[in-house]
């Protein structure tokens, strides 16, 4: 008989600890480069190096992560994680961006030469991201700058002018709402909330904006979250406009719940509760093999993307979160059911007890596809913000358990 | 017991003119947009359209395929076959290329509206082959010059000025030779050849300087063929440094078997047969589940394209073409023994008794991954352009055999 999943929240949190502390240890010994400056993020299954290229992404992503849990986690308040988070920050404003446009590269080499620049504002997110975060540990107003200047621009671009893009952009593809931009926004904004909080307020609108654009990607008669949809709100033609990405949307969910419960906006709290999670995670998961698909069709098609139904790390990470939060929200078991369920699935599969850190990437099987523990898109980033998150919420959901009694 | 391949000659042959048919009926039958002309390539299994975007690349390869099957085998040099090639032509010339820039776009809209511009030459290369070979099937000038123009185009682009790739391009991205150029090149100016000879001649130092930078791919030591190097053919670092495309380097090689026959160059003859056909069949060959593996890191690393261990149509339609030319051009039967081993899987696996034409995209244990015939990369070419070559090859094996009897 499957065991109550609120008698094993102490199990959950125990599990989840070890986890985090496996994972930090994991990054802290195996990707900082002592002598460039900067994080290797391409380490094997035992964290030995397979590649040195340095990822734009990945950079502002670590830098976030070792300032975030500075500046949350009592136990990782150590001065060696502030100042590695310090010296990537450096990495990244000397190496990653450009200081005459601005624009950051997707990659560059060990030393920080410039290999490659993505049409688009993630590297720059990701910059804000960790510079906004790490202000906040080292109370440095360089970093503070930093942040606020490239937030700026990056508003600036998606705003007024894309040539950022670069000369082969084009009218036809503006006409799309991705989730990613609006997500990525309203995740800035939320993180200057925390750090640079005259920022969030400026942004407020931008803010609204932003939630309003992601429940426009509601279609079907509110069944179903699409990733691509008009700027109008209606549903694209062809493969973009029926694709569906699961993790992404639960995701989206729970960056909406957050905003509601900022808001204390019940009727956005049931749409990111009903839509964004129950309905996706019904539609996502694989009752065949288990774990959630990487993208669908709405309407059964192939997606064309060749990776469509692999099990990948971050959509299990993005679902704990999700849904222990809504649990938490709601004191509804049938959210701790779901978080047990994804729990299981990601402990099982993508874990190793050997040298910590989860893999990325398994078949629709459920097989290891890739046996590396960080690579081009992977690093020290959404395992443990996921991990962090969890164990602050456990650790509040049992505090209130105990108050109750 | 395995029978003999040498007494399967004829029964390859039947069944690669039976799938050849079956593969332009299908074409025929289901992709031609018989309203804004150009070739719908997002076809479902029997062929029901998924997807009205039109793909640049496959446009100029669906040119291609047309006027050569119909300048080259009897039973298609069919009047509606060359009018269908002429109106993609006229499509592609209309709303692929950017009259003013010749910049060519990956993807339009159905009404020919561009989606997407990529920052390479691969659009604009098959521009010249659909257009060489049009030419020679409609001896229509005006398609002769779209061809040289856009032929010189590109080599102006790739030696004297690459503003074309977007402002984001970069001085370190052009460090590398990535196979995928000078194979590019061979083939358009090894397609001039029989087009427009006087432009074969033209380009001929290119061709040589093309097939010099295919050669300095061979590393370690004579005994691999790496997909990207450095311009002093030298390994590069890291996982870039490392990539193995068994089938591109298959495909390499038939291209180096026919440069080497033109030139009468044993040397060249024996690298192309030794090294780009033997070791890295034995190299990308999964001994496991069969099939060839799509990529591979030189040191047993995990590639980290996510797709890396799926199984494609196109290297298995390259590798059919490579080893039946190796066996006709040597008569020595290791070449037939692989050419029925890739044969047996391909037609065991990609093939689709119901509705004809190939799937395109296996998982590592030979499932069906994807359900479509056509996608966004997959058109009508491949597997034609295999099975027509093949089909050729074969009827010239088995007169050579009867002319010896």
Known sequence: MQK???????????????????????WFKHSHDEINGGFFTCLGKDGSIYDHTKYGWLQGRQVWTYARL????????????????????????????NKETQKCAFAVTKSGDPIKYQR????????????????????SDHF????????STIVHWLKDDDSYLGNLAL????????????MMLMCLIDQ???????????????????????????????????????????????????????????????????????????????????????ATFFQGWDNENGGLFYFLDV??????????????WWPHCEAM???????????????????????????????DPEYGELFGYLSQEGKISMNFKGGPFKGCFHVPRSLMMCERMLNQIMDQGKNNN
């Open 321 to 351: 979160i999700a849904f222990l939060l809504a649990f938490k929200e709601t004191l509804d078991k049938k959210f701790l059911e779901k978080f047990d369920q994804v729990f299981d699935y990601t402990m099982k599969h993508f874990c």
């Open 4 to 26: 109550d999943p609120v008698a094993r929240l102490p199990e959950y949190l125990e599990k989840i600890s070890f986890e985090l502390d496996r994972c930090i240890d994991f």
């Open 299 to 312: 309407d059964g098609f192939s997606p064309t993307q060749l990776e469509w139904n692999m099990k990948l």
């Open 70 to 97: 500075y500046n949350s986690v009592k136990r990782f308040q150590r001065q060696d994680i502030l100042e590695a988070a310090i010296k990537g920050a450096e990495f990244l404003s000397q190496h990653i961006k």
């Open 120 to 139: 688009t504002i993630f590297t720059e997110c990701f910059y804000v991201l960790g510079m906004s975060e790490l202000f906040k540990a080292s109370n």
């Open 192 to 278: 200057m909330r925390s750090t640079i909080p005259e920022i969030a307020t400026k942004y407020e609108k931008l803010e609204d904006e932003c939630c309003l654009e992601i429940l426009g990607h509601i279609q079907r008669n509110h069944s179903v979250v699409l990733e691509n949809v008009s700027y109008d709100f209606k549903e694209l033609s062809g493969c973009q406009g029926r694709l569906m990405n699961p993790g992404h949307t639960i995701e989206a969910g729970w960056f909406l719940l957050r905003y509601a419960e900022l808001k204390n906006d019940n009727t956005l709290k049931n749409t990111a509760l009903e839509i964004f999670l129950e």
């Open 171 to 182: 009218k036809s593809d503006k006409s799309i709402s991705s989730l990613a931009n609006p």
């Open 144 to 151: 503070k700058q930093e942040a606020i200047e490239m937030m």
